[in-house]
């Protein structure tokens, strides 16, 4: 079975910096699209950013110029480089993996990230 293990969350100051990564193992196949969504209590879950197999990214607007999405294909993990941190930016992230040709793709544990007022 597809596994994704999340890593880097904890609490920041306001300005502070994290860096989250997901490495994803098992028969998973060709990689297509990695991305990071974030879910605060009671708000529904939220693009953060992607990253293509070819590289292409993009950001929610209130994360550009902050944030950072990157991945290593071949070790089929994607991290997320958060600078310049706001308390709006707690939440729960979730990294997600979508394999060639599967619509929904496979989901990490989430990691708490939690920005001090």
């Known amino acids: 079975q597809v596994q994704l293990v999340e890593s880097g969350g904890g609490l920041v100051q306001p300005g502070g910096s994290l860096r989250l990564s997901c490495a994803a193992s098992g028969s998973i196949g060709s990689i297509n699209v990695m991305g990071w969504h974030r879910q605060a209590p009671g708000k529904q879950r939220e693009l953060v950013a992607g990253?293509?197999?070819?590289?292409?990214?993009s950001y929610a607007d209130s994360v550009k110029g902050r944030f950072t999405i990157s991945r290593d294909n071949a070790k089929n993990t994607v991290y997320l480089q958060m600078n310049s941190l706001k308390p709006e930016d707690t939440a729960v992230y979730y990294c997600n993996v979508i394999p060639v040709g599967i619509r929904n793709g496979y989901w990490g544990q989430g990691t708490q990230v939690t920005v001090s007022s």
């Open positions: 990253i293509t197999s070819g590289g292409s990214t």
